[in-house]
């Protein structure tokens, strides 16, 4: 190939921005829900910075900020159809997303993460939150009687689980493969929208659960309804 390095970058920009282009000419682009999604999580952010007991919980609230970003981020990335990236940012979402339940009352795990390089493991994070002791913990803590569920460990298992599999490169996820390779293709967009809206529902409605912060995040915000309801 007798192309510059530079020639080479502005032709995969010329590509992609054809495919930003394509995106934008699409009807339904179907992102409402994703940021009402956005805002109801930056209500939670907000209501549980007045919320917050411990200096730990800083850090926490840091996490939001990061959830939102690489939302937006992977959002971007599947409207120039940039679906690999995208879904790996999105299990980063959904990584950082359980992180920010199970870090609140984890401040030696928090301190370990940040100085220490401890590494969370999904799977144990999972775990922790669906255990019936951490339960009784929130029942207790929010004065709950009826029994409920933080977060739906099986579908988060389940989403995790089909992320990873990208992010690792399984041969089942190579797309060089495929004859419309790296092109724009709104069934695609509209798969990876509403795989995003599910992920950010989970991270909602656990944080939403975990703090008995229901009435607060609509009184916040009225579009939460949409996401919560």
Avoid at 44 to 63: F, G, N, Q, V, W
Avoid at 78 to 91: G, Q, T, W
Avoid at 172 to 194: A, G, R, V
Avoid at 208 to 218: A, D, F, P, Q, S
Wanted: proline share 2%; hydrophobic share 40%.
């Amino acid at each position: 190939m007798n192309k510059s390095p530079e020639e080479i970058i502005s032709l995969l920009n010329e590509k992609f921005s054809t495919n930003f282009n394509e995106w934008k000419r699409i009807d339904e682009k179907n992102v409402d829900k994703i940021f009402a999604s956005i805002f109801t999580l930056n209500s939670i952010a907000e209501i549980l910075s007045d919320k917050k007991t411990s200096i730990h919980h800083d850090i926490c609230l840091r996490i939001f900020n990061e959830i939102i970003a690489d939302t937006a981020s992977s959002i971007y990335l599947s409207a120039c159809a940039m679906d690999k990236p995208a879904h790996i940012i999105l299990r980063r979402v959904l990584e950082l997303g359980v992180a920010s339940i199970y870090l609140w009352d984890m401040p030696h795990i928090v301190y370990a993460w940040q100085n220490h390089d401890h590494d969370l493991s999904f799977t144990d994070m999972i775990k922790h939150i669906n255990d019936n002791g951490f339960k009784d913990y929130v029942k207790m803590q929010n004065n709950i009687t009826s029994e409920f569920k933080i977060i739906d460990m099986r579908e988060c298992q389940k989403i995790y689980g089909d992320l990873s599999d990208i992010v690792h490169g399984k041969i089942t996820s190579f797309e060089t493969d495929l004859p419309n390779k790296f092109l724009f293709d709104e069934l695609d967009w509209k798969n990876f929208i509403n795989l995003a809206e599910n992920v950010l529902r989970l991270i909602i409605i656990a944080n939403i659960t975990r703090h008995n912060i229901r009435e607060n995040v609509l009184a916040s915000y009225s579009r939460s309804s949409e996401v919560i309801a």
